[in-house]
């Protein structure tokens, strides 16, 4: 595919789950800076205009949505069907004794998801500490910790009461998907979408030789999405190489645990946990959600 993009300044999850992602991006986005962070930077940093479009934590878009124009732009996501694998809570006591929480600081929809299933279950609001990004679970001191991302696929070496993996805890409860990030886009790209939703022009860029549409960058992050999924084994061969996980381990998550479409059954999974988030005073009400048509990028 040949578009010329102008220069964006594009951010996407760090953690192994994002790879499938963003494999090409570089050269699909010739003109643009990609910024790896930790899911809740990304979503600072699009909330401050500091990123064009970014991979955030679902929750994001909801909390970002009444405070200024933003789009889903892709139906490419980081989801599950099940067990993720990556994002768990640790509980020190039985369940129903939990007082505090120590969230992953890295973390917002999982963040909430934890919320969201200790009260619909047990009726618990605990209280709320951080998981510091560069400390241990071994340093926190709540009756149950989240932890998600890479440091979440190793066991830690404390024993803990109990585990719950959180993306199969949620299909257990609703059998649907669950959507931890999706590509939001907001400000410049986004912008004159008030005027006419589908079909954005950017006729401001001076590096654009044509006009950009949102439709462009959905077809972008769609051949991204593709090429990454396609070349999984290879993208698992060179991650194993600086994890402590084997190349077969990470195609097991690439293809047993992840899934990275946007379909029908994912955006039922995301508005319910929509609606939870909003019960819980954790998400405003009234966003509308609109997805981003699937673009087939061959
Ligand atoms: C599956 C995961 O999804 C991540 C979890 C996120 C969150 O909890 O806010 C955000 C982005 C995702 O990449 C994981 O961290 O392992």
Redesign the pocket.
């Known amino acids: 595919m040949s578009i010329t993009t102008p220069a964006f300044q594009v951010g996407a ?1 760090t ?4 790879k499938p992602l963003i494999e090409d991006l570089p050269e699909l986005f010739p003109n643009s800076t990609l910024k790896l962070d930790y ?2 930077r990304l ?1 600072d940093a699009l909330a401050a205009h500091q990123l064009d479009v970014a ?6 878009y909801f909390r970002l949505a009444p405070k200024t124009p933003c789009r889903i732009v892709s139906d490419a996501c ?1 989801a ?1 069907h099940g067990p ?4 768990k809570l640790y509980s020190r006591v039985p369940w129903n004794k939990v007082r505090t929480l120590a969230l ?1 600081e ?8 934890a919320r969201i299933l200790l009260h619909e279950r047990l009726g618990l609001k605990p209280e709320l500490t951080s998981f510091p990004l560069g400390s241990s679970i071994e340093e926190t001191a709540a009756d149950a910790v989240l932890m ?3 440091r ?2 190793s066991a830690p070496r404390e024993t803990f009461f109990d585990a719950w993996d959180l ?1 199969e805890e949620w299909h257990r409860d609703t059998n649907l998907p669950f959507v ?2 999706m590509w939001v886009a907001t400000g410049r790209l986004v912008e004159s979408s008030h005027i006419k939703p589908d079909r954005i022009h950017q006729p401001t860029d001076p590096d654009a030789s044509e006009p950009f549409h949102l439709d462009h960058l959905a077809a972008l992050l769609a051949e991204a999405r593709d090429r990454g999924v396609a070349r999984c084994e290879a993208v698992a061969a060179r991650e194993a190489q600086h994890m402590r996980l084997t190349t077969e381990e990470i195609v097991r998550y690439f293809t047993e645990n ?1 899934f990275f479409t946007m379909g029908p059954d994912e955006k039922r999974g995301l508005q319910l946990y929509y609606q939870l988030a909003t019960r819980l005073n954790l998400a405003p009400s009234g966003v509308q959600c609109e997805f981003c048509d699937p673009v087939h990028s061959r």
């Open positions: 999850v953690y192994l789950n994002s899911p809740s979503a991979l955030i934590p679902s929750i994001e980081v599950t993720v694998h990556s994002v992953d890295g973390s917002r929809t999982s963040a909430t998801l998600i991302g890479d979440a696929m993306g931890f990030a992840l």
